[in-house]
């Protein structure tokens, strides 16, 4: 990656580039062909949710795009819960809780708030959560700072026995490793529509993303406060992990 931290895209360039790509991340299979083994990673935080926290009430999907976590969570928990949807993209939020209610009828008895803005401005109760969901939204995050002060705002949150589940593009400790997994990354993606595919892939990475090693972010999850850190699955430059925060619901 060579674009540096303060020439990445800006917020509303992000927001214009979601507003505009409803369609491909309201499929459940085909939504991220992009991310390595999407649909595995989508299962794991699933059951690694419902596994950690048995008793789920209210779901915070940050950066939810067209609702897929939430749609899978809700199917695999079998019962309803309340849900804050919040992405930057009102388009997305729309068809978030539109398919959840077309999937999940009785949903309509359950609160579901739609947060149209920045997760790190979003105004939300602390000890709220039981479930927190980040599927490929944190590697917008910047600098160390700015993902401290992500990761305390996520724990603050998370409600006392809960848990948060993220999957998303990481980078790698080493240049050598970085190197050798990205080469990999790109070999997958020519697979799937080519070099042009792959080289468009590559460019809005890029410039819009900056994401941090899956070691970072765990250790990071323990910096502000989480007592248990789970890796469920990495396969190159893509990680699938959570935490517990200690508390009355905590697992043994």
């Known amino acids: 990656m060579t674009t540096s931290l303060d020439q990445k895209s800006s917020i509303a360039e992000i927001r214009h580039r979601f507003d505009n790509d409803v369609e491909r991340f309201s499929n459940l299979e085909t939504g991220q062909t992009a991310t390595i083994d999407a649909p595995l990673a989508m299962d794991l935080i699933t059951q690694g949710a419902i596994s950690a926290t048995p008793n789920i009430r209210r779901v915070l999907d940050i950066g939810c795009g067209a609702g897929n976590n939430t749609l899978k969570l809700r199917e695999a928990y079998g019962q309803d819960f309340e849900v804050d949807f919040l992405d930057l993209s009102e388009p997305m ?36 959560f039981d479930v927190i969901l980040a599927a490929a939204v944190l590697h917008h995050l910047r600098d160390e700072a700015d993902w401290e002060v992500a ?42 529509a080519g070099d042009e595919y792959r ?4 460019a809005y990475i890029d410039k819009e993303d900056s994401p941090r090693p899956v070691t970072f972010q765990m250790e ?10 789970e890796l469920l699955h990495k396969n190159s430059c893509f990680a699938a992990f959570g935490a517990i925060k200690g508390g009355s619901h905590e697992t043994k």
């Not at 539109?98 to 920045?118: E, G």
């Not at 990071?220 to 850190?229: E, T």
Request: proline share 2%; net charge positive; with cysteine.
């Open 93 to 128: 939020l729309v068809r978030a809780k539109q398919r959840l209610l077309v999937a999940h009828p009785t949903m309509s008895r359950c609160a579901i708030n739609l947060h149209q803005t920045d997760f790190r401005q979003a105004n939300l109760k602390d000890d709220s």
């Open 199 to 202: 080289d468009k892939v590559f």
């Open 220 to 229: 990071l999850l323990r910096k502000v406060g989480f007592k248990h850190i």
């Open 151 to 192: 990761f305390r705002k996520i724990f603050r949150m998370t409600a006392p026995g809960g848990s948060v589940w993220i999957t998303d593009l990481v980078s790698h400790e080493t240049q050598s490793v970085q190197k050798l997994m990205w080469t990999r990354y790109g070999e997958y993606l020519a697979t799937l």
